[in-house]
Every structure is written in C-alpha cells, then in structure tokens.
C-alpha cells in the first residue's frame, strides 16, 4: 500500500511515489518472478467507500492508477488482489484495479470476477491463485472450492503458488497457532490447516500476508509455505511499531517439479511514513528463526544467521 489519495492526498508519498521502492528493487528485480499483495484498490477518484462499524478502526485505501506502472518498474510481476482492503471503494475500485493492472502487465488474480491466473514463464506453466475471508474475494473458508481451484490448477500448470491473506492482525499475533483465528469478531481462517491442504491438493508455494507482521515459515511435503511476509511497502496510514515495522523479502529457489531447493532472506524496514528500506540489524530475520523455531522445530529447514535458508 504505497500511498492512498483517501481521506487525503497528504497521505500519498513524495515525488509521487516513483522513489518509494528504490532501496529494494535490487532485490526485486533479481528474480524470475516477484509476488507481492496489494493491499487496496488501484482508482484516482470515485468509487463507493467502505462502511464500518467502528470509524475509529476504519482505513480505506485507494491507490492512484498510476502507482501500477511505478510497481511494475519496481520488479513485481504478480499481485495478489484477494484481501480486506480490495474492495474499499466497492466495484469501481476492483474494475479499475483490474485495468490499472492489465494496462501495467503485472498479472493478478483473487477476486471473484478473476480468481486465477496462467501464464508461461521460462518454458513452464505457472498457475497463480488469491484467497482471502472477505466479501468479493475467493473465500477462504470454502474449502470445496479451494479444493477444486487448486486441483484444477495442478492439473493444467507444472507450478502452483498460493497467496493467503489471513490470520488475525498485530504484535500480539506474531505465532502461527494451528487453529482457528477470530479478529475483529471475524472468522480469520486457520492458516496452518489452509496451508496444508492446498499444499496437499497440488499447491508448490504458499505465501501468507495479512497479519502485518513476520510469521514462522515452514517446508510441508517439500513444499515452502511463508506464513506472513508482515508490512512491507506501507505509507501514511499504517502502525509500523516494533515487529509492525519489519518484514522479510524472502527469495525462494524451486525446481521445475515446484519443490524446495532453498531461500534467501532480506531484512526489509519502515521508518517515519513508511516505505522500505534495508535494515542492517536483520531484525525481521531474526524474528522468522525465532518463530520458525518456536512454531514449528520439527520442521526440516534450517535458516542461518546470514539469511541462507537451506534443507537440514
């Protein structure tokens, strides 16, 4: 969430944002594929704003259409649409999203109107899905039918990746509990279960967002699951507090069968408005050896001081 022009401009970042990733993109753009989740509608004005319950818990993003073009130069080639923040400003925010996105060629998928998407990349076939417990979005709680989306998936792509956004939110939520998450009264999803039964219906790669902050990762039937990958690219509207203000870049290496070779992790941090810049003290990896550790030591990964994640 680079910037938002709601409720003010004042909330969008200096020289338009066309800065903003310019600290990370040496790592960003040194991959075949970089994901990411777009936290907000792409719209320059308009749209129906969200309602809330309570005002002083409601943020609503929209993200100028041109910000599509300046993450796209950033390195991202795919984004994941399905979260609580998508449809703030309801269908005009999802449909000129869509367009900001297509106009950009950065490829998308989560929401209901597109829930998946296939391309080929380096002579193989990659199958590309969102998940999300919010209205619009491919619901995660239904599992027949994230069942069949994946299957289907592994049935056409030689790699399947994942996006979940999911968990409940902040510094006291850190731990990957196994079992269901209630947040905001809301029925978060059981992040651990989900994981695995898309890993166990074909999934190669799960990448987890949605509580804001580091998670453990983990490696399941050769298959690598992050299960938060925190804040990272935040401006104006954000806490960004102790672990709220770092978060891992983490670069996973498969094989053409989709399974685990090794990863490498980038400590990334936020200061002042936000926005990403490295962090020298790596405080976000030693939260992922902390809670990978704490989470789940029985797990075959072993994740160096230097940032090498690598097969025990």
Do not use: W
């Amino acid at each position: 969430m680079p910037g938002t022009n709601f409720p003010s401009a004042n909330y969008l970042p200096p020289d338009s944002g066309k800065n903003i990733f310019n600290p990370v993109e040496h790592i960003l753009k040194n991959s075949n594929l970089t994901f990411g989740n777009l936290e907000g509608c792409l719209l320059n004005s308009g749209g129906t704003v969200k309602k809330c319950q309570d005002s002083t818990k409601c943020y609503a993003f929209r993200i100028p259409e041109y910000f599509a073009g300046i993450i796209k130069d950033a390195g991202f080639d795919m984004l994941n649409l399905a979260n609580n923040h998508c449809g703030d400003f309801g269908n005009a925010g999802r449909e000129s999203t869509i367009k900001a996105l297509d106009k950009a060629g950065i490829i998308y998928a989560g929401l209901n109107s597109c829930p998946t998407a296939i391309f080929e990349h380096n002579g193989l076939k990659i199958g590309f899905c969102g998940f999300s417990p919010f209205k619009g979005t491919i619901d995660i709680l239904k599992e027949d039918t994230v069942k069949k989306i994946v299957h289907t998936l592994d049935s056409l792509c030689d790699i399947v990746i994942v996006s979940m956004h999911a968990g409940a939110e902040g510094a006291a939520h850190t731990h990957v509990t196994k079992q269901t998450e209630i947040f905001y009264d809301e029925d978060r999803g059981n992040v651990y279960q989900f994981a695995h039964m898309v890993v166990d219906c074909g999934a190669d790669i799960v990448f987890g967002h949605g509580p804001h902050v580091t998670r453990a990762v983990e490696l399941y039937k050769n298959r690598f699951i992050a299960y938060s990958l925190g804040n990272f690219c935040t401006y104006g509207r954000f806490n960004l507090k102790g672990p709220n203000g770092v978060a891992p870049i983490i670069s996973v290496h498969l094989d053409e069968k989709g399974e685990f070779l090794k990863a490498e992790v980038f400590s990334i941090m936020q200061t002042g408005e936000g926005g990403p810049v490295m962090d020298k003290e790596d405080n976000a990896l030693k939260q992922l050896i902390k809670l990978t550790n704490s989470d789940f030591p029985e797990t075959p990964l072993s994740i160096s001081e230097s940032g090498e994640i690598r097969k025990k």
